[in-house]
């Protein structure tokens, strides 16, 4: 007898086995999808891990239901991907399952109501409620869930549904629904016989009399000839016909429509290169150190500064590796980015490239996912989570912003870094890895220069262009002189009118979205706070409410103090909204745009604003962070950052990395084509040593100023770190069970665990949180014992009766 172990799309900790039936021993492979039932009655869909003979000891196998495909839908590469995904970032395989698999190729049953024949038709002995629905399940026969809601005009049905069940007038069936469907669209085709042209002018003197027919045919052949097939929808657009007019030309028998299947996304298919640029001496140079470097270490760092051309080399390099007939992943922080780099791309490889983040449906997602797991897409350029998609023979991962936080997965688990998750899954296929930054990671840049991976440095701007020019404004000194025209000072006013007027583009950024981060009474001082968390609220004007950015409620605006009922409230500190509506006021004839979150929530509409500064349709840009990752605008000549101490002035041990990355990374969007940009940074602090690294554009004096700090202090990359959080709606128990916690693993961890504490926001979604930090030093075998330690005491502590309802999240190398 064989069995199956299967991953279930639930956070278990371990695996199911089933048994195999004999009928099914020849199409249950590891890969595929099977259907299984989980408890008494709940089927799912899993992923089959493995097939063996041997039975568990400890329960009596159920069989597999059903076997969902023909063909495995993940390859064992990426089963031993998940494996690790799991082992090393401690969370089940049911949970990176349900992060990597689209959600139509997750199936879990519906619950079907059916009508027991046996039970008659003497409804007499059932309320009103009952009687409805039983009535409706004699005529019906079967009821899903939301048929019955409707019917009863209530959401709570549950009830009625059980009193139903006990007295025997329905069934309950799970059944396991496939939803993503293959989409269906009209073509027309001319019949074969009008296909020579001489056949086709008798048909003209017979369609003289139908003006509206001949337009049809006319827009065809021009249609057939510009495109090589004809949708019907664009053809009755073309030609301003009705459906009913293009029937009278296929009842005549001159033209014929066909269903056939298309795909929702574009891309795939034979890539034709056509790269239509020369590298830079200096470029040729580091292409040929990246190739050196791959054949000694399968991880190489691209060190180049701010528009040196790194793109350039990626593409020289997606060639090569193209041409071999391997797959490329072109990964990118952000899905803002996508837009742009993809045009790049495809006017060298055509529209062969796929795309895929989380802005795509479910049915789009499951057609890109096949076409990768084809072969068809030969590149294929994503944000973080393309990673998990199903690659036949990928040859080499680029990895582009490397040092960028947003790599790092945060909620639900796997918590993964995408960086070293890449560097893992691309040795699965000895494949080479490519990193590349202006302002790598201190991880990253230790790890070059450690030789663990290779380090090519390009330390020229593309064309001989000079690094922007860079101005430090003291805010306070302009401040206490009353120079400040609402938040800009008056050398920022003047040199955004110097870009204006040389019809450039100007860059602003802030790094807070909304109009103000809080309000206060001036009376009393009060703030408004989130009732679900221990957080200040933002006022965002366009909307005038009160948001919370951590929970997502939002409120009305507080006319009155809530607690001393004067009427005093007044805005505190700015965000981009605020800029915004400033710069309105200061230049009333500026083209302003804002990018931030609350901005670009469409699909599409981060790709309309980049195209929009593109084509000079924008004079003054004000974003967060979105601005400042990897985005070429040619004309941008200024880049103003308009509070430098809000990036310096965070609790985190990476607060100067990671003001420098920002500050260096903003700076680089200006002069990138004509001429030397400039940068103006407002702060307060004009004297913090990371201002005058950005100012030197020195990336490798704050490198060694912050190593030593991060050994003398214990942090990475001399250390991993993992934090455990614990939640609960009840502050004393989740203080407990933290201190309990660590009372129990503090023995064998010692000084190297530190906490438990509240972190900065203690309480988010009305659950309190405790934290706590485990220093973990740089050896395997440590690293795997006090990970097993750890999972050993979650266990034990939720087998505590007053705490079984904590819950606890490990993330290890948090960020």
């Known amino acids: 007898m064989k069995f199956a172990d299967v991953i279930l799309p639930l956070a278990l900790p371990k695996n199911y086995t089933y048994t195999v039936p004999p009928e099914m021993e020849g199409t249950v492979k590891a890969g595929s999808r099977v259907a299984v039932q989980l408890g008494k009655q709940k089927k799912y869909a899993g992923i089959v891990k493995s097939v063996h003979e041997q039975p568990p000891a400890n329960y009596k196998t159920k069989p597999l239901l059903d076997v969902l495909d023909k063909d495995p839908v993940v390859y064992p590469t990426q089963l031993s991907f998940w ?64 048929e019955v809601q409707l019917i009863l005009d209530k959401s709570d049905v549950y009830s009625v549904i059980k009193e139903l069940l006990e007295k025997k007038v329905l069934l309950v069936y799970e059944e396991l629904k496939e939803v993503y469907k293959e989409k269906k669209e009209n073509f027309v085709q001319l019949h074969a016989q009008y296909e020579d042209e001489e056949q086709l002018a008798p048909l003209f003197n017979e369609l003289a009399k139908a003006p509206k027919q001949m337009e049809l045919l006319l827009a065809y ?109 072109y990964l990118l922080p952000e899905i803002a980015l996508t837009a742009q780099i993809i045009r790049r791309l495809q006017k060298h490889f055509g529209n062969k490239i796929g795309i895929y983040h989380s802005r795509f449906n479910n049915n789009e997602r499951v057609e890109i996912w096949n076409k990768v797991k084809s072969g068809e897409l030969q590149i294929l350029l994503g ?29 639900p688990a796997p918590r993964y870094h995408a960086r070293d998750a890449a560097i893992y899954y691309a040795g699965l296929f000895r494949a080479k890895v490519l990193l590349g930054s202006a302002t790598p990671s201190l991880e990253s840049y230790f790890n070059a220069q450690q030789g663990k991976y290779g380090l090519v440095e390009l330390t020229e701007r593309f064309g001989g262009l000079e690094m922007p020019q860079i101005e430090i404004i003291d805010v306070k000194k302009e401040r206490a002189e009353k120079n400040m025209d609402e938040n800009f000072t008056p050398q920022l006013k003047a040199a955004i009118s110097n870009s204006m007027a040389a019809d450039k583009q100007v860059i602003l950024f802030q790094n807070r979205r909304g109009y103000a981060p809080f309000l206060m009474c001036t009376t009393c001082g009060w703030i408004p706070n989130c009732k679900n968390c221990d957080v200040s609220l933002t006022y965002h004007r366009y909307q005038d409410k009160l948001h919370c950015h951590y929970c997502g409620t939002r409120y009305p605006y507080p006319q009155t103090c809530g607690a001393c009922g004067s009427q005093t409230m007044v805005t505190k500190s700015f965000g981009t909204e605020k800029i915004e509506d400033d710069l309105q006021q200061v230049f009333p004839k500026a083209r302003i745009a804002r990018m931030d979150m609350d901005a670009v929530r469409n699909k599409d509409s981060h790709n309309k604003m980049i195209q ?187 087998a505590e009766k007053q705490f079984r309802s904590v819950v606890i999240v490990p993330d290890v190398d948090c960020v």
């Open 83 to 146: 494996q690790w995904l799991s082992s090393y970032y401690m969370c089940t395989e049911g949970e990176v399952l349900n992060a990597a698999l689209p959600a139509h190729l997750k199936l879990s049953s519906e619950t079907l109501l059916l009508f027991n024949d046996a039970y008659g038709d003497d409804f007499s002995a059932l309320d009103d409620d009952e009687y409805l629905v039983a009535e409706a399940l004699h005529i019906r026969k079967e009821l899903r869930i939301d």
């Open 221 to 329: 052949l021009h249609l057939i000839k510009t495109q090589g097939s004809v949708l019907q929808s664009e053809l009755l657009k073309k030609s301003g016909a009705t459906v009913a007019q293009l029937k009278g030309l296929v009842e005549k028998n001159i033209l014929w429509v066909e269903k056939r299947t298309v795909d929702r996304v574009p891309g795939g298919g034979k890539i034709e290169v056509q790269i239509d640029f020369s590298l830079s001496p200096a470029q040729e140079k580091a292409l040929s150190e990246v190739r050196r470097n791959f054949e000694e270490k399968p991880v190489t760092l691209l060190h180049g500064v701010t528009s040196s051309g790194k793109t350039q080399l990626y593409v020289k390099l997606i060639e090569e590796y193209v041409a071999k007939g391997k797959q490329v992943l």
């Open 383 to 411: 944000a973080r989570s393309s990673l998990l998609l199903p690659f036949r023979d990928l040859g080499m991962i680029i990895l582009d912003e490397e040092h960028d936080a947003s790599y790092k997965q945060q909620d």
């Open 612 to 798: 929009l500064l593109e084509q000079k349709g924008i004079d003054i840009l004000v974003g967060t962070q979105m601005v400042v990752k990897g985005l070429d605008f040619e004309n941008v000549n200024l880049v103003g950052i308009l509070s430098a101490d809000s990036l310096l002035s965070f609790p985190d041990f990476r607060v100067n990395e990671r003001a420098f990355q920002l500050m260096e990374q903003v700076s680089g969007r200006a002069g990138r084509k004509h001429g030397q940009g400039k940068v103006i940074i407002q702060a307060s602090n004009t004297k913090h040593p990371i201002l005058h690294y950005v100012t030197m554009h020195d990336y490798k004096a704050m490198y060694a100023a912050e190593i030593a700090e991060r050994q003398r202090f214990g942090y990475p990359p001399f250390f991993r770190l993992l934090k455990i959080t614990f939640k609960h709606k009840d502050q004393q128990i989740v203080e407990q069970a933290a201190q309990v916690f660590g009372n129990w693993v503090r023995p064998h961890i010692g000084p190297r665990l530190v906490g438990p504490a509240a972190p900065l926001v203690g309480r988010i979604r009305n659950n309190y949180l405790q934290e706590m930090l485990v220093k973990l030093p740089r050896d395997t075998k440590v690293i795997t014992d006090t990970k097993r330690l750890l999972q050993e005491h979650f266990i034990k502590l939720q």
